[in-house]
């Protein structure tokens, strides 16, 4: 058993995905190559995208008036790239501040496009969809369903009717079935819960395209690349090929419902752990706390470095929290085994009645 990491950064991978890469990188099918070894226009690499897009697609039961778009350069490129690809000259957009990584989103695409700021979080609690003041014309309408950060969590999505949805979803993207027509487009990092760093999977409404301005680079024009089979230039190949592996273990392991089942039992654990302990808190309002990043904090600061140092003793890793926010944080991805919860909570049962002792 273990170590367990509980990184936000870099989710952790099902045994059995690692041992399948392991095979494809020593020797892919039988071909005596590695599966870096493949080109991107080589037929098999193009069955490994065509397999990924077709799992992805099913997963999300996503109807064939959405495009499927393999992309580089991380969440963060298309904070930048969305205005860009989305907003025609003298139009504006909606943006939802619920806390660090929208902000990072609202700072670049202000670079790019006019932006309304439709409501604001207070780092402990989300605005609720209702209190969103959307207005009827923008370009979009956008918002982060999981604060990474601050372990805050959208349960519930608005209908914006004639306004595209477009959400962040980096951190919670295949963690629960959506309501995924109610969205114009959705982006996410797959580092998280699709593998490895590398790869931006962007999916959207057809009718979206062509919007692109003038003088957009051609790997970060939708259109372009949706012509292209994402292709326009060499993409992310080994990203694609380990979010294919998970795409496949998502499916073979009972879809999104199970998923979301797995993610609600883990998250609930730890939570109770943490209310119940009379030592670890957590900020975040009941109602907001995310499945998949658990942020709680010890009583005071030593405390939370002592927990930390003796957690990696442990082989419980990454535990810290955000640089911006401070505390601790437990990242719970897809696939992290319920058996590294088990393994966390004993140990904060232990680490608490060891301070109390040493009080006594
Ligand atoms: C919600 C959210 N959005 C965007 C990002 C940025 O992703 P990337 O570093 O891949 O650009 C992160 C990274 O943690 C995130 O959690």
New binding site residues.
């Given amino acids: 058993m273990g170590p367990f990491s509980f990184a ?2 870099a989710s952790v991978l099902p045994r059995e995905v690692r041992a399948q890469l392991a095979q494809d990188v020593a020797d892919w099918q039988g071909s005596g190559s590695s599966a870096l070894e493949l080109p991107f226009n080589d037929p098999a690499f193009g069955d490994i995208m065509a397999a990924a897009e077709y799992d992805l697609r099913v997963l999300l039961d996503l109807p064939s008036f959405y495009q499927v778009l393999f992309l580089q350069g ?3 490129a298309q904070f930048g790239l969305l205005p860009l690809n989305l907003v025609r000259r003298g139009e504006h957009c909606d943006y939802v501040d619920s806390g660090y ?1 929208s902000r990072r989103a609202i700072e670049a695409a202000s670079s790019n496009c006019s932006v309304e700021v439709i409501a604001t979080g207070d780092g402990a609690r989300l605005p609720p969809p209702s209190s969103w003041r959307r207005s009827s014309n923008a370009a979009y309408c956008h918002f ?1 369903s ?3 950060a601050e372990g805050l969590q959208f349960h519930e999505f608005p209908e914006l009717g004639g306004v595209p949805l477009v959400a ?1 979803m ?2 919670d993207f295949l963690t629960r079935p959506l309501p995924v027509e109610r969205f114009g487009l959705i982006y996410a ?1 797959a ?1 998280k819960n699709l593998g490895a ?1 590398g790869l931006t999977i962007v999916v959207l409404r057809r009718e979206l395209l062509g919007r692109a301005r003038p003088g957009i680079p051609a790997p970060f024009d939708y259109a372009r690349q949706a012509r292209a089979l994402s292709k326009v230039n060499t993409p992310p190949t080994f990203a694609i090929l380990v979010a294919a592996r998970m795409l496949r273990w998502l499916r073979d392991n009972g879809g999104l419902a199970a998923c979301m089942i797995r993610n609600k039992r883990k998250s609930e654990r730890l939570y109770a752990a943490i209310d119940g302990s009379g030592f670890f808190y957590c900020p975040v309002a009941l109602a907001n706390r995310s499945s998949v990043n658990v942020c709680f904090r010890a009583p005071t600061e030593e405390l939370e470095e002592s927990f930390l140092k003796a957690a990696e003793a442990e082989g419980l890793l990454h535990l810290r929290g955000h640089p911006r926010i401070g505390g601790l944080r437990a990242s719970l991805y897809n696939a992290m085994p319920e058996e590294g919860v088990d393994a966390l909570t004993s140990f904060m049962v232990d680490f608490t009645s060891a301070y109390r002792r040493r009080r006594a």
Avoid: I, K, L, V
């Fill in positions: 936000a950064s991380g969440a963060s990584w982060t999981n604060e990474t962040d980096t951190a990092s580092q760093a």
